[in-house]
């Protein structure tokens, strides 16, 4: 094992307020292997219940890259991701491969607006210790948890004690295989009342 500390995230609190719209909007930036996104709008369709929709809409992180720590700085990408949402987008989460940090962190396998509209996760530290070809599978599953738990700070969860809940904060790989691809019951609740809170404000929004 590395003897980097590991960090899941930590959800960015300046995220603005999603317009209660329509799809989930899964969006691969660069080289992302389609078995990998596919597994993610599938994850994110069954926990979310929304619709969900797969589109490409920036082509690099680069602008992220801190060139003295050589990794990408995720809430500048949460940040160009929030600025290009199509209309009709309830939530958007961007896939990318890059190793991102925030400054506080050595790094994070992903970053989300608190209660926003914009979530990114990688594949880079949910390889370890997997190696080259070994199981796409458990990169798919890993995967897909961490993206189901950054969108789920966008409809403002928070960090969950339960550790085989989706909204656990993992400090490790071991963490994330540790936890179910479930919200536990609590919330599970408070997702249901914040979908409820967005499909209102939607129908007094002017269309
Ligand atoms: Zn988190
Ligand atoms: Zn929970």
Same mark, same amino acid.
């Given at each position: 094992?590395?003897?980097?500390?590991?960090?899941?995230?930590?959800?960015?609190?300046?995220?603005? @307020? =999603?317009?209660?719209?329509?799809?989930?909007?899964v969006?691969?930036?660069?080289?992302i292997?389609s078995?990998?996104? &596919?597994?993610?709008?599938?994850?994110?369709? /069954?926990?979310?219940?929304?619709? !969900?929709?797969?589109?490409?809409?920036? =082509?690099?992180?680069?602008?992220?890259?801190?060139?003295?720590?050589?990794?990408? $700085? @995720?809430? /500048?990408?949460l940040e160009?991701?929030?600025?290009?949402?199509?209309?009709?987008?309830?939530?958007?989460?961007?896939?990318?491969?890059?190793?991102?940090?925030?400054?506080?962190?050595?790094?994070?396998?992903g970053?989300?607006?608190?209660?926003?509209?914009?979530? !990114?996760? =990688?594949?880079?530290?949910?390889?370890?210790?997997?190696?080259?070809?070994?199981?796409?599978?458990?990169?798919?599953?890993?995967?897909?948890?961490?993206?189901? $738990?950054?969108?789920?700070?966008?409809?403002?969860?928070?960090?969950?004690?339960?550790?085989?809940?989706?909204?656990?904060?993992?400090?490790?790989?071991?963490? !994330?295989?540790?936890? =179910?691809?479930?919200?536990?019951?609590?919330?599970?609740?408070?997702? &249901?009342?914040e979908?409820?809170?967005?499909?209102?404000?939607?129908l007094r929004?002017?269309?």
């Amino acid at each position: 094992m590395d003897k980097t500390a590991s960090f899941e995230d930590a959800a960015d609190l300046g995220g603005r @307020s =999603s317009a209660g719209a329509d799809a989930i909007l899964v969006s691969p930036i660069g080289p992302i292997d389609s078995v990998l996104s &596919e597994a993610v709008c599938r994850e994110v369709q /069954r926990i979310f219940g929304a619709r !969900v929709r797969q589109e490409p809409l920036l =082509s690099s992180v680069e602008f992220a890259l801190d060139l003295e720590r050589r990794q990408y $700085h @995720s809430t /500048r990408i949460l940040e160009h991701l929030a600025k290009r949402v199509p209309p009709s987008t309830l939530k958007i989460i961007g896939i990318v491969s890059v190793d991102l940090f925030i400054p506080i962190l050595t790094h994070v396998y992903g970053e989300a607006q608190l209660g926003g509209i914009a979530a !990114v996760v =990688s594949t880079f530290r949910l390889l370890e210790p997997l190696g080259p070809v070994k199981a796409k599978a458990d990169l798919a599953s890993r995967l897909g948890k961490e993206a189901a $738990h950054e969108l789920g700070h966008t409809f403002k969860l928070r960090h969950c004690p339960n550790p085989t809940c989706i909204m656990h904060y993992c400090r490790s790989l071991r963490d !994330v295989d540790m936890k =179910s691809l479930k919200l536990c019951p609590y919330c599970r609740v408070l997702l &249901e009342d914040e979908k409820k809170r967005l499909a209102k404000q939607k129908l007094r929004q002017p269309q």
